[in-house]
Structures are given as C-alpha cells and as structure tokens.
C-alpha cells in the first residue's frame, strides 16, 4: 500500500519517468541493430570493395554465377575473363564473388 501512495503523491515526476521506461527499450533495440545487423555488413561491404580494388591482371576469380577464370584485361567497370585457352567473357567488375589464391586451387 505504501507504494501506491508514493505513486499517487508524485504524480508530476511518474509521467517523466514512464517516459524514459518507454524509450530505453527503444534505445537497447537500435543499439542491437547496429551492433548485430549494420556494423558487421558494413565491415563485409569494405573487405568486398578493397578485394575488388586489389584485383590484378592475372588474378583467378569467381563471379557470382559460379564461374571460373583468369583476369585477362580491367576497366574501372569491367572485367574480361578468359575461361579456357579460347573462351574469353565480359563482366561488370560487381559481379565478382571472390579472388581464388593460387596455392588454394590444388593445381
């Protein structure tokens, strides 16, 4: 019974507080978002564009469609591949998925 009346005689000072009770959650939320979703697919996105901007002639890739190759010639936006000893392919540099080191491959 005390606490009700503890309530009932502050009742200017109850409202500020059920305020700050209702955006605390909302803060502990965004800060989950960040921490979980935003912050580690930013860190994803910058490994992709300084693996994309390291990319050299005689690199061997994958493009996102599962295709293999070795980087034949690069533009700022395109990337010619050469499939086999004749197969030669244009891609937008985006569409690359990986760089396969050479020692990794088994060959």
């Avoid at 009700?4 to 978002?33: H, K, N, R």
């Avoid at 700022?76 to 020692?103: E, M, P, Q, Y």
Wanted: glycine share 12%; no cysteine.
């Amino acid at each position: 019974m005390f606490h009700f009346a503890a309530a009932g005689g502050a009742g200017g000072a109850g409202g500020t507080g059920s305020l700050i009770q209702m955006i605390i959650p909302f803060v502990i939320m965004i800060a989950v978002f960040y921490f979980l979703l935003i912050r580690p697919q930013k860190k994803k996105q910058q490994q992709r564009n300084t693996m994309l901007n390291s990319l050299k002639k005689g690199d061997k890739i994958v493009t996102i469609g599962g295709l293999h190759g070795t980087i034949m010639e690069m533009t700022d936006d395109t990337v010619v591949i050469r499939v086999n000893d004749v197969t030669k392919l244009t891609f937008d540099r985006s569409a690359i998925s990986h760089s396969i080191n050479s020692g990794a491959d088994g060959k």
